[in-house]
């Protein structure tokens, strides 16, 4: 299964990808994570990266798709996988396509997790990672006893410097001006599901599991 999931920041495609990965073992092909490794291991992608995501801004097509066609080269992405970040525009959707068909492939279920805007501003704002093992908190719905330390691995919590609010408004408009179109690429190919995402994870998982297995 070849699955693209779409849906503004915030939305929980990283949680249902994990989810998702448990349940099916096909790899999660995260654009941002492979983005903000590359930035902390300072790499030159990162350092020209690391501009355009801390503004909330998206890196340059050229870049990510070159990231994206190797990873999708790689011989775990031959039987499947999730695409969680990417397209996140019509150059993108489009390189992808074309990407996949010259080896007779294509994209099987693109899933959009709709939010409201509200709560997405809330869930990133309150959103808080592990510097040492990468677990994802929110402060709202499983506060850690402590919000600086992680209940897992006693690690320094911090917050990813695109979740400050003003950062997070911008992100969500670059969304509606360059991914939003996107829905209506995939319903005009007939793949796509559109999933209230604004359920507890397993409900929102359960729709998905849904499309996934028909
Ligand atoms: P995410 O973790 O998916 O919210 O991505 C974090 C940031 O990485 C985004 O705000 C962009 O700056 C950058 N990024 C991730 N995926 C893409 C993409 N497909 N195209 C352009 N920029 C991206």
């Avoid at 959707?93 to 994209?107: N, P, T």
Wanted: hydrophobic share 40%; glycine share 8%; net charge negative.
């Amino acid at each position: 299964m070849n699955i693209v999931l779409l849906g503004a920041p915030g939305v929980g495609k990283g949680t249902q990808a994990e989810k998702m990965i448990e349940a099916w073992g096909l790899p999660h092909i995260s654009t941002g994570d492979i983005l903000r490794k590359a930035v902390a291991d300072g790499t030159p992608l990162g350092t020209q990266a690391k501009t355009y995501m801390d503004a909330g801004e998206l890196v340059p097509d050229v870049v990510v798709i070159g990231l994206v066609k190797s990873r999708l080269e790689k011989p775990d992405a031959t039987k499947g996988f999730i695409l969680d970040g990417f397209p996140r525009t019509d150059g993108q959707a489009e390189a992808l396509d074309r990407e996949l068909a010259s080896v007779d492939r294509s994209i099987d279920a693109a899933i959009s997790i709709d939010v409201d805007r509200d709560i997405i501003v809330r869930r990133l704002t309150s959103r808080r990672t592990c510097r040492s093992c990468d677990k994802i908190y929110s402060l709202i719905a499983d506060s850690p006893a402590d919000p600086a330390v992680c209940d897992a691995c006693g690690g320094e919590l911090y917050q990813r410097d695109d979740d400050a609010e003003a950062t997070v408004r911008n992100r969500l408009s670059v969304y509606d001006r360059s991914t939003a179109p996107l829905v209506d690429y995939y319903r005009s190919k007939g793949i796509l599901h559109v999933v209230d995402g604004n359920r507890p994870v397993d409900e929102v998982f359960a729709d998905v599991r849904r499309i996934v297995e028909g």
